[in-house]
Nanobody, 119 residues
Framework: QVQLVESGGGLVQAGGSLRLSCAASGRTLSSYRMSWFRQAPGNERELVAS????????YYADSVKDRFTISTYNAQNTVYLQMSSLSPDDTAVYYCAARELSKSRYAYWGQGTQVIVSS
């Protein structure tokens, strides 16, 4: 089992920055893909950023490319999503998720953290 706990969400003005954290526990994640998803009211959940815990395989949605950065910090078993130049369109609940590299389904999800960007 893998437990994921997100933090760092909040209210920020347009143009500002936030850093989301996802603390992982339960097992070694070197063979996992770690991802951030988001879901805004009335919208489907979308993949925002993704990376392989041990390095490489980084992906960003076009809507966040050059503004968001996903990173892992092995010493604290934490995945970060650094978000900058935020706009109201980034308002959503952000979820951390993990899946084994050999599988296509994300088996583990955090509880979500709310990000609200005011104009």
């Amino acid at each position: 089992q893998v437990q994921l706990v997100e933090s760092g969400g909040g209210l920020v003005q347009a143009g500002g920055s936030l850093r989301l954290s996802c603390a992982a526990s339960g097992r070694t994640l070197s063979s996992y893909r770690m991802s951030w998803f988001r879901q805004a009211p009335g919208n489907e959940r979308e993949l925002v950023a993704s990376t392989i815990w041990s390095g490489g395989g980084t992906y960003y949605a076009d809507s966040v490319k050059d503004r968001f950065t996903i990173s892992t910090y092995n010493a604290q078993n934490t995945v970060y999503l650094q978000m900058s130049s935020l706009s109201p369109d980034d308002t959503a609940v952000y979820y951390c998720a993990a899946r084994e590299l050999s599988k296509s389904r994300y088996a583990y999800w955090g509880q979500g953290t709310q990000v609200i960007v005011s104009s």
